[in-house]
C-alpha cells in the first residue's frame, strides 16, 4: 500500500487522494441526470455510464430507500472531482465499473438487485469498492441535507445546545431519581 | 508571560499542554518556577471550536503519520489512525468527555490482587491510593468535578434515561450522572453546561475542564510560564554527567532550535512520549533514552473498550446534551467469577451522525448496516472501558523505515488483546446489551473499539528501575532530571477513566520537583 504523510477527512477511512483545491479541470461534456430530470450534474471526468454505475453502487452500498438519488449523486460529484486531479483514481472508477458489467455478462446496472449484490461481495475486499465505499461512507452521511432524514440535529450551540431544547424530553420509560440525575441549576 | 532565552538553563521544560504537561506547567509556574511549555499543536478557544464532527477532527486531532500492527482490528479499520488524540494547546484535554474517576485502591496493586496472569506483565503501582488521595481532592476541586466538593451532578439527557430504566430493572445499584469535570453550576469563572452535545469537538460552552483555558491562562498570569505553540521536539539532549541538557525542537516554519533545560518533563501522551525517549538514543544510550530497562514503550494499554448500541420503538435523540454523563460503576468491582480479572465501567456515548456512519461498524455496508442507521434517532449508547492487561508485546516502537516531516522514524502501535481482555469485553457486551433489553430495545449492537482514546503505560513506574521507566514521581530511574508526566507513567490501567489520575500525578509530580529543588537536588 502506499504510503502518506498525515490524513485529512476524507482520507481518514480510505486509501487514495482527493482532488487538490485549484487542480484545472476540464469538464468531461458529460451529464448525470436525475431520472425524473429533477436534478444534473456536470461531470468533469467521468463518463455518464460511470457515473450512472458508480449512483447505483451507492444506492446498493449504503441503501435508505426513502433518501432520494440527489443525495447519493453527492457521492458521485466527490467522486468525480477527486478524478480529475487524479489519473489513477479516475482509472480505478472507470475500470472498476467495466469490470462490474463484465461479471455476470449483463451490464451491472442492468443486473437484478440479488445479482447486483452477487457482483458486490465479490468485490467488497478490493480497492475499487473501497474506495467508493469509504467515500459513501464519509460523504452522505456528512451532508446536513441527509441529516434531516435520520432525525439528527448537527450544531447546537448558536440555539444555546439543548439544555432549554429538549436534552432530557424522553418521557416513555420511568425518571431518575433526583440523586442520580439532579435539576439543571 | 515570560520570555526565556534559548541558553537558558534554569527553567523546566514540559513537552506537551494536555492533562499532565498543562497541570504540571501550571503548578510549576504557581510555586514561583519558570516553565517553557512546548506544544506541538496551534491554539485554538471555545470560539474556535467547530459542532462539526469531521471539521473538528481535522481541527485538533493528532494526525501526523503512524503505523499499526497486531491482531487488534483497529489495526485493520484504521491503519493509519491507531489513537483519536489531540495536537493543539490542551492536548486531549479538549477532546475528553470529562468523566473523572479515581482509581480504586486494589489496582495499584493489580499483580498483588490478581496475582501472576499468562501473558501478562503486571506489577504493582509503586505508589497507592492512601499516597494519591490529597492529590485527588486538589484535582477534583480544580477540574470541578460533579458529586465532589458539594458540586450536584449534572442533569441526565435521554440517552442517560434510558441506561437508568435499563440498569435499574437489570437490578444495578449505582448508576447516576457521573463524576464528570463539567460545570453543572458556574464555577471558577466559567459556565455551566449547556447540554450542546459536541463534548468530544471541543467544548464550545467552556464548562468542561480543558487545560486550554483553566490550567494554561492561570499559568500565563503567573508570568513564569513561555507558552511556545507549534513547536515539536525531535530529541532530548544529555549533557557529559548524563542529565538532560535541553531539548532539540522544531518551530512552525520548521527551523530548529536547542532550548536549554534545568529539568524536562515529557507529556506527549502515551506514544509521543516513548517515542521521544526512543528518538533521543545516543552513544551511551543506544536504546534510548532511560531505558535501561528496555521498558521504554512496552506495556502499552488502551484500555479495554467497546459500545453497545441499541434502537428503540420510540425516539431517543441521544446525541442531545453531555456526551459521557451516565455510568453504571456495578461492573467496575474485581471478581474473577466473571471470567476475568479487573472490571470495566459502563458510561453514556453518543456519536453524531457522521461518525456513527464511520464507527457503528467499520467497513459494514448493506441493508443490516442501513436498517440500524435509519433508526439514528431512536437508539441509545453507552460505552464499556475496563482495565487491559500490560503485554511486553504490545508496544511503541520506531518504524523501521518510515519517517515523518522532520525526517525522524514513526512510532509503529503494536497491539494484541489478551485473553483477558477478550473475556471481558464479551461480559461487557452482553451486559450492556441486557440494560438496554431490559429497557426494551428492538435491536442491540456490540460495536468494536474506535482508535484509542486512553493510551497508558508505555514507560511505567516501577519500584524497581529493572522494572520500569519512572519512580512513583514520575522521575526516570536513569536520568535524574528527566521526568515522564503523562498517562505513560501509569503502571497499569485500572478500569476508570484515565485523565483525573494524570493531573493528580502531575500535580503530585510538582509538589516533588519543588521539593527537590529546595533541596538541591534538581
Not at chain 1, 98 to 122: F, H, I, M, N, P
Not at chain 1, 155 to 173: H, K
Amino acid at each position: 500500500m502506499k504510503k502518506k504523510t498525515g490524513m485529512n477527512r476524507r482520507q481518514f477511512l480510505h486509501t487514495g487522494g482527493v482532488a487538490a483545491a485549484g487542480v484545472a479541470a476540464v469538464a468531461s461534456g458529460a451529464v448525470l441526470v436525475a431520472p425524473d430530470g429533477a436534478w444534473a450534474l456536470q461531470l468533469k471526468t467521468l463518463d455518464e455510464h460511470t457515473a450512472q454505475t458508480l449512483l447505483g453502487m451507492a444506492r446498493q452500498i449504503y441503501p435508505h430507500d426513502t433518501l432520494a438519488d440527489m443525495y447519493y449523486a453527492g457521492v458521485v460529484e466527490n467522486l468525480d472531482g477527486a478524478a480529475a486531479g487524479d489519473k489513477d483514481l479516475a482509472k480505478l472508477l472507470s475500470g472498476g465499473v467495466a469490470d462490474l458489467d463484465k461479471a455476470k455478462g449483463v451490464k451491472w446496472l442492468d443486473l437484478s438487485d440479488g445479482y447486483q449484490l452477487e457482483v458486490l461481495t465479490a468485490i467488497q475486499d478490493g480497492a475499487f469498492f473501497q474506495k467508493v465505499r469509504g467515500t459513501i461512507v464519509v460523504t452522505l452521511y456528512n451532508n446536513p441535507l441527509v441529516w434531516r432524514h435520520f432525525g439528527y440535529e448537527g450544531a447546537s450551540y448558536e440555539f444555546g445546545g439543548y439544555i432549554n431544547r429538549g436534552f432530557d424530553d424522553l418521557a416513555w420509560l420511568e425518571q431518575p431519581s433526583e440523586d442520580a440525575s439532579p435539576k439543571a441549576g | 508571560m515570560a520570555k526565556i532565552s534559548m541558553s537558558d538553563s534554569s527553567a523546566v521544560v514540559v513537552i506537551g499542554s494536555g492533562a499532565g504537561g498543562g497541570t504540571l506547567a501550571n503548578e510549576l509556574c504557581q510555586k514561583g518556577i519558570k516553565v517553557i511549555l512546548l506544544e506541538a499543536g496551534g491554539r485554538e478557544s471555545p470560539e474556535s471550536f467547530q459542532n462539526d464532527e469531521w471539521g473538528s477532527f481535522g481541527q485538533i486531532s493528532w494526525l501526523d503519520k503512524r503505523t499499526t500492527s497486531g491482531s487488534w482490528r483497529v489495526a485493520k479499520d484504521f491503519g493509519g489512525l491507531p489513537a483519536w488524540i489531540c495536537k493543539t494547546v490542551g492536548g486531549s484535554t479538549t477532546h475528553w468527555a470529562g468523566a473523572s474517576l479515581r482509581l480504586q485502591d486494589h489496582e495499584f496493586k493489580a499483580q498483588s490482587t490478581y496475582g501472576d496472569v499468562a501473558g501478562a506483565n503486571l506489577l504493582d503501582w509503586p505508589v497507592t491510593l492512601k499516597d494519591l488521595e490529597p492529590y485527588y481532592a486538589k484535582a477534583e476541586d480544580k477540574m470541578g468535578t460533579t458529586r465532589t466538593n458539594g458540586i450536584p451532578g449534572l442533569p441526565g439527557n435521554n440517552n442517560f434515561k434510558v441506561m437508568y430504566a435499563g440498569a435499574k430493572r437489570l437490578g444495578y445499584k449505582n448508576v447516576h450522572t457521573g463524576n464528570m469535570s463539567i460545570n453543572s453550576r458556574p464555577r471558577h469563572g466559567r459556565d455551566a453546561c449547556w447540554q450542546i452535545g459536541f463534548c468530544f469537538q471541543g467544548c464550545k460552552s467552556g464548562a468542561k475542564w480543558s487545560t486550554l483555558y483553566t490550567e494554561i491562562p492561570a499559568a500565563e498570569a503567573t508570568g513564569n510560564l513561555d507558552l511556545r505553540t507549534q513547536a515539536q521536539v525531535l530529541q532530548i539532549q544529555t549533557g557529559a554527567d548524563g542529565k538532560a541538557s535541553g531539548v532539540l525542537y522544531a518551530d512552525k516554519d520548521g527551523n530548529q532550535h536547542v532550548q536549554k533545560a534545568r529539568a524536562v518533563c515529557v507529556a506527549g501522551n502515551s506514544i509521543e512520549t516513548p517515542r521521544l525517549l526512543l528518538n533521543s538514543a545516543n552513544a551511551s544510550s543506544p536504546d534510548g533514552l532511560a531505558n535501561s530497562s528496555v521498558q521504554v514503550g512496552r506495556n502499552y494499554m488502551r484500555h479495554m473498550t467497546g459500545s453497545v448500541y441499541a434502537t428503540f420503538d420510540r425516539p431517543v435523540n441521544f446525541y442531545r446534551g453531555t456526551t459521557m454523563a451516565g455510568i453504571i460503576t456495578d461492573e467496575s468491582r474485581h471478581d474473577t467469577s466473571r471470567g476475568f480479572v479487573g472490571g470495566y465501567e459502563m458510561e453514556t456515548l453518543a456519536l453524531g451522525l457522521p461518525f456513527m456512519a464511520a464507527f457503528l461498524n467499520p467497513g459494514a455496508w448493506g441493508r443490516d448496516f442501513t436498517a440500524a442507521m435509519d433508526m439514528y434517532d431512536h437508539m441509545a449508547g453507552m460505552w464499556l472501558v475496563g482495565e487491559d492487561m500490560p503485554r511486553e508485546t504490545n508496544a511503541i516502537s520506531l518504524h523501521a523505515n518510515e519517517k515523518d516531516q522532520f525526517g525522524l522514524p514513526v512510532p509503529n502501535v503494536h497491539f494484541d488483546d489478551h485473553a483477558n481482555d477478550v473475556a471481558m469485553r464479551s461480559h461487557a457486551f452482553k451486559q450492556g446489551s441486557a440494560v438496554y433489553e431490559a429497557a426494551g430495545a428492538l435491536r442491540t449492537i456490540e460495536t468494536p473499539p474506535y482508535p484509542s482514546t486512553h493510551n497508558l503505560g508505555t514507560c511505567r513506574m516501577s519500584a524497581k528501575a529493572s522494572d520500569g521507566v519512572c519512580n512513583g514521581f514520575g522521575q526516570t530511574h536513569d536520568v535524574g532530571n528527566l521526568f515522564i508526566s503523562d498517562g505513560s507513567q501509569f503502571t497499569t490501567g485500572g478500569a476508570e477513566n484515565p485523565t483525573l489520575t494524570i493531573v493528580t500525578l502531575a500535580i503530585r509530580q510538582a509538589d516533588y520537583m519543588a521539593e527537590q529543588m529546595t533541596k538541591g537536588a534538581l
